[in-house]
């Protein structure tokens, strides 16, 4: 079954979360001094050891879209779409999240209360970052036994 991603207003779980204001989501941008398909790599990997799921991955445009598992914010489903794309030494990472209300549909906001702080993506790029430098050795190894066309 094909689920659909509906954006919506969330004008109303803001102001009931306590947020002044809302403000459009800011992708969170950081330059690396990695080879873009070794980061790409790194981050397909990284993915993986967290336990998502990855939705789509182009080793061509350097981008992975991945799912965390499923969790519960008052009794509504939950879960974060995480995007990241390798843009020459540049990784981009979005954040998404989605709530789906009736059990069928996912929906997502382009908003965020004034007062986010963007803190998991930070994280997240921190963790991703040092994956990369933990492993460059042996993913560098992998990159090596790619054919090559």
Same mark, same amino acid.
């Given at each position: 079954m094909l689920r659909r991603i509906v954006h919506f207003s969330w004008l109303t779980l803001l102001l009931v979360s306590g947020c002044a204001a809302a403000n459009p989501y800011v992708t969170q941008r950081v330059s690396m001094d990695t080879d873009p398909k070794l980061a790409f790599i790194a981050?397909?990997?990284?993915v993986h050891e967290q336990g998502w799921t990855v939705v789509e991955t182009s080793i061509v445009t350097h981008r992975v !879209?991945?799912?965390? /598992?499923?969790?519960?914010?008052?009794?509504? /489903?939950v879960r974060?779409? =995480?995007r990241f794309h390798v843009v020459g030494h540049?990784?981009?990472?979005?954040?998404?999240? !989605?709530?789906s209300f009736d059990g069928v549909? =996912?929906?997502?906001?382009?908003e965020v209360c004034d007062t986010y702080e963007y803190k998991v993506e930070h994280q997240t790029i921190s963790d991703i970052l040092?994956?990369?430098?933990?492993r460059r050795v042996a993913l560098a190894q992998d990159l090596s036994k790619e054919p090559t066309n």
């Open positions: 981050i397909e990997s990284f !879209e991945a799912l965390t /598992p499923i969790r519960t914010l008052g009794a509504v /489903p974060d779409r =995480w540049v990784l981009e990472v979005t954040k998404d999240l !989605e709530a549909s =996912w929906q997502t906001s382009s040092d994956f990369v430098e933990n």
